[in-house]
């Protein structure tokens, strides 16, 4: 059973290497989109901070979209909820959609914190010896 994790893990790891090294195309942008945004150059904090409200909420949405499938699924082919495909599938997305929720509730708290009582600073690049 090891044996099969550690080799899981390590074509997971192959494969995001070469994603990385790969161009930026389709493929690469489907891989990594779940990183987020980052802050451009001379941005505001809060305009950075409401982008990733609207990213944390674009995940709720996806999952609210995902249970809507299972939930179509579920009425077409009733023989099939007590699947224990149909139930991990349910399960995963619970624990999806309560983690997308928290950090769309977390990221809106920091947003208006940092509208209500600062600091806004603009974003900046910093050299690798600057940090």
Known sequence: MFE??????LVVFISLAILKLMKPNIITYVAFSWFGPFPIEGELLSSFKLRRVRYAFGW????MAYFSV???????????LS?????????AGTIGIGM???????????W?????????????????HEI
């Open 4 to 9: 099969k994790i550690a080799i899981f893990y």
């Open 60 to 63: 709720v949405v996806q999952f």
């Open 70 to 80: 299972l939930a179509i699924l579920g009425v077409y082919f009733n023989d099939y």
């Open 83 to 91: 699947d224990p495909f149909f139930l991990v599938a349910s399960f």
């Open 100 to 110: 997308a929720i928290l950090s769309c509730l977390g990221f809106l708290g920091s």
């Open 112 to 128: 208006l914190k940092t509208i209500m009582f600062g600091p806004n600073p603009r974003c900046e690049y910093l050299e690798e």
